[in-house]
């Protein structure tokens, strides 16, 4: 039932969220302020939040009761169905990438898994790493393990990661769960039982030149195919894929969402990094808030272009992102509160298909 033009933000928000997050009234409450205060205030760090929170009581009681919330853990897989109610029906290819940064000496380093979506990565599910560095096997297979609770491995269509992201455990994780890969290797890379390193076998590429190998071969232990290609800029792209290489180097390409979505995340959108947070915990719940408001931008901006297309610069880039445009258009409904900007906020809710 369509809200009352009359109810404000907040309640209609609460009211979208409750439905996908089975939480207590106290909390759901926290939650729903916190999203709409980082769109108002484009910013997670919580002293600042509080200033924006629709909450009652002082200020110092409402930053209490953001810090009481981040303390709290979400039950694992409920933004992660929240997440994949927006992905739109049929295969889910998967994107594998870290995003780190330091807090003075302290490193915060989140693995996440993602999903292609409308030149976004759609946030899935992470696991904040207690080093530097990257992931070990153990941490990349119990994530994996967690996600499939939640996605069946029918729906995937494969996993789409950088050369950091190889081994023959791995690899062999993949098949053994019949996940595809297209995972980028580095020259290094040996091939078959002979060992031969991937260079050699795709020696003299010209820029612009595709070539792949005439038959499957062992990578890390697995029957792949594998192909290379070189840019403009002399930089080769070795791929270990199933299927026909072109389609698999398409669909690489999309892995650079996942840069799109790590902007979003902080110096184009809501600052991530500026928290004062580094306990995993803690991070890991502020995610969950950011990713709930980052979803919500680009569900509004993608509205948004369709009732007026996004003009594009003369090199062919569109002037604004589509979550640029949203975080925008719900900025600016909140900071201007009236019956009309409350029905149109009430309409753009980040409602969940189940």
């Known amino acids: 039932m369509k809200p009352p033009k009359s109810q404000p933000p907040h309640d ?17 409450v926290v939650l729903t302020a916190l999203v709409l205060a980082m769109i108002q205030a484009r910013s997670v760090v919580l002293y600042t939040l509080k200033n924006h929170v629709q909450l009652p009581r002082t200020r110092a009681i409402r930053y209490q009761r953001l810090l009481r919330f981040v303390q709290f853990q979400l039950p694992d897989g409920v933004f992660t169905r929240f997440a994949l109610s927006f992905h739109p029906a049929g295969k889910v290819d ?37 080093h530097g560095g990257s992931s070990s096997q153990v941490i990349r297979n119990a994530l994996m393990e967690r996600f499939l609770q939640f996605c069946p491995v029918e729906r995937i269509g494969g996993l789409l990661a950088d ?29 078959g039982s002979s060992r031969f390193p991937i260079w050699a076998a795709f020696k003299k590429l010209e820029p612009g030149e595709v070539r792949f190998y005439h038959r499957a071969i062992k990578v890390y232990g697995v029957s792949l195919r594998v192909a290379a290609t070189k840019n403009s800029a002399g930089e080769t792209l070795y791929l270990a894929y199933r299927g026909r290489a072109k389609k698999n180097l398409d669909r690489y390409a999309q892995r650079w969402q996942t840069k799109n979505l790590h902007a979003a995340l902080k110096t184009r959108g809501f600052n991530l990094e500026d928290t004062g947070l580094t306990r995993a915990e803690r991070v890991s719940t502020l995610l969950s808030v950011v990713a709930i408001a980052f979803i919500w931008a680009c569900v509004t901006g993608a509205m948004q272009a369709i009732k007026q297309p996004i003009p594009l610069k003369k090199h062919g880039h569109h002037a604004v992102s589509v979550f640029r445009l949203g975080l925008d258009h719900l900025q600016d ?20 298909k189940g």
């Open 94 to 130: 998967l994107i594998l990438d870290r995003t780190n940064w330091k807090l003075g000496q302290q490193d915060v380093n989140i693995l996440l898994l993602s999903a292609v979506w409308n030149g976004f990565a759609l946030p899935l599910m992470w696991t904040l790493l207690p």
């Open 333 to 352: 409904l909140l900071a201007h509160p009236s019956p009309t900007s409350w029905q149109e906020l009430a309409d753009l809710m980040p409602r969940g």
């Open 163 to 191: 050369r950091e992201f190889i081994g023959k455990d791995w690899f062999a994780y993949l098949d053994q769960h019949g996940i595809a890969p297209c995972i980028r290797l580095p020259a290094r890379t040996t091939l």
């Open 12 to 28: 209609t928000l609460q009211a979208a969220l409750r439905s996908a997050f089975s939480l207590d009234a106290r909390r759901l």
